[in-house]
């Protein structure tokens, strides 16, 4: 699908831009008094118009409550509550696409992004750059088994692929307007935001950072599923699954073709009658189950073509509370 692209802001909306916060939040009661005033508190210091958006991913504790407090002591809060969990991607695309800054950021509502790295990362849009994601140092809060995953995931899926997701970058970043407008213009229903991120482009800078503690609680976001958002990526990013099955099924021709020759070879040149129940059963048992497999993946694509095409909504939003800078939108408007 081919886009118009979007206004570049002046100069002087380089200099003073309105900002947007985007804040998924999953049953992050207990942290969200702490994070949205302290980030607030940062983004104040950095532009006179500014909002936060929390987005409320189906939380079952007192998110809704909390977040009407915050709305009513500070107006540049904005809270989206979803009808439902749709998950996280899903969450960020609702964000993204109520904000309204010449910039927008997104963090995350367990306080492990610093906000105090926010100055930098404007810093570095003002001096030209389009995206500026933070990269993490280290992965102490996981375990061996979650890094080593999370390793052989990247190699995967950026395995000859034109498409580079740069990896332990997570959704902790700050984007032009226009790069938002190229997220918003994407259709698909089955979101992998890091893949997004890198499928549009634009003038992107890393910098690193050290995840903080969580301000309370564990996180909700497990082994399961990051498998889930894997296998999610994976099939939206990459036909390496297809292509090792290709390849599985020519290496498994070959070594059957090698096996009939060998036992031709043996039976006449020896006079070795090889024995063939097990010989049969092994064999079907071996090709039943690489067959089932290679089901399996294709199913996993046939199933996102199911998905999409039904073209139902992402999220849908039950309630909203604050207008942030829907009234006036960007500075540039």
């Given amino acids: 699908m081919s886009m118009h692209p979007s206004p570049v802001p002046p100069d002087n909306a380089r200099q003073s831009p309105s900002i947007s916060c985007v804040m998924p939040a999953f049953n992050e009661a207990r942290n969200l008094g702490r994070v949205v005033p302290d980030v607030l508190d940062v983004l104040t210091r950095l532009s006179g118009q500014i909002e936060l958006l929390v987005v409320d991913d189906g939380s079952r504790d007192d998110t809704e409550q909390v977040m009407q407090s915050l709305g009513e002591a500070h107006p540049q809060v904005v809270f989206l509550k979803l009808s439902r969990n749709f998950g996280k991607e899903a969450a960020l695309t609702a964000g993204l696409e109520a904000a309204h800054g010449d910039v927008v950021i997104i963090m995350d509502a367990d306080g492990q992004h610093p906000s105090s790295l926010l100055p930098k990362m404007l810093q570095e849009w003002k001096q030209g750059s389009d995206v500026v994601y933070a990269v993490r140092k280290t992965r ?68 690193d950072y050290e995840p903080l503690p969580r301000a309370d609680g564990i996180t909700k976001f497990g082994l399961g599923g990051s498998f889930s958002l894997a296998l999610t990526g994976m099939v939206a990013f990459s036909t390496v699954p ?92």
């Fill in 140 to 207: 102490h809060d996981q375990s061996g088994l979650q890094i080593g995953l999370i390793h052989l995931f990247y190699k995967l899926i950026n395995w000859r692929n034109r498409v580079k997701i740069p990896a332990h970058a997570g959704d902790f970043r700050l984007m032009d307007r226009k790069v938002v407008q190229a997220l918003k213009s994407l259709p698909e229903r089955n979101r992998f935001m890091k893949g997004l991120y890198a499928w549009v482009g634009f003038k992107s800078i890393a910098i």
């Fill in 242 to 333: 297809l292509r090792l099955l290709t390849w599985l099924g020519l290496l498994m021709a070959a070594a059957a073709l090698g096996y009939g020759a060998w036992v031709v070879i043996d039976y006449f040149l020896w006079g070795i009658a090889v024995p063939g129940y097990a010989t049969i059963v092994v064999g079907m048992m071996l090709f039943s189950g690489i067959q089932l497999l290679s089901i399996g993946v294709l199913a996993e694509y046939v199933g996102r073509i199911y998905e999409e095409v039904k073209q139902r909504p992402s999220y849908l939003v039950a309630l909203r509370r604050g207008q942030g800078l829907s009234e006036q939108g960007p500075s540039d408007a």
